[in-house]
C-alpha cells in the first residue's frame, strides 16, 4: 500500500506516495543535490531550467550505469562461456 513520503527539495516540502520511503527520500536527496550543485554555477539561471538541466543529469547518469551494467553482464557471459568450454573440453580428454 503506497504511503505519504514527505521529501524536501531546495527548502520546499513535497508530499509524495510510494511504496518505498527510504528510496523515495534518496531519489530526493539526489535530485536535491543535483539542483544545488547546478544552482551555484547558474546563478542568472531560473528554476526551472535548473530543474530541468538536473533532470538531464540524473538521466544521463543512470543511462550510463545502465550501459555500463549491459557490458558487464555481456562480458560474464563471455567469459562463463569460455569457462564452460574449457572446462567441457578438459573433461572430454
Not at 504511503?3 to 531519489?27: F, S
Not at 551555484?40 to 543529469?57: D, K, R, S, V
Amino acid at each position: 500500500m503506497a504511503e505519504k513520503i514527505r521529501v524536501k527539495i531546495r527548502g520546499k516540502e513535497y508530499l509524495l506516495k510510494g511504496d518505498d520511503e527510504l528510496t523515495i527520500q534518496k531519489a530526493g536527496d539526489m535530485v536535491n543535490s543535483e539542483i544545488e550543485s547546478l544552482g551555484t554555477g547558474y546563478l542568472n539561471q531560473a528554476e526551472e531550467t535548473i530543474a530541468i538541466l538536473a533532470a538531464l543529469n540524473i538521466a544521463e547518469k543512470n543511462l550510463k550505469l545502465s550501459r555500463d551494467k549491459t557490458n558487464d553482464e555481456n562480458y560474464l557471459i563471455t567469459e562463463l562461456d569460455r569457462m564452460a568450454k574449457y572446462l567441457d573440453e578438459a573433461v572430454s580428454k
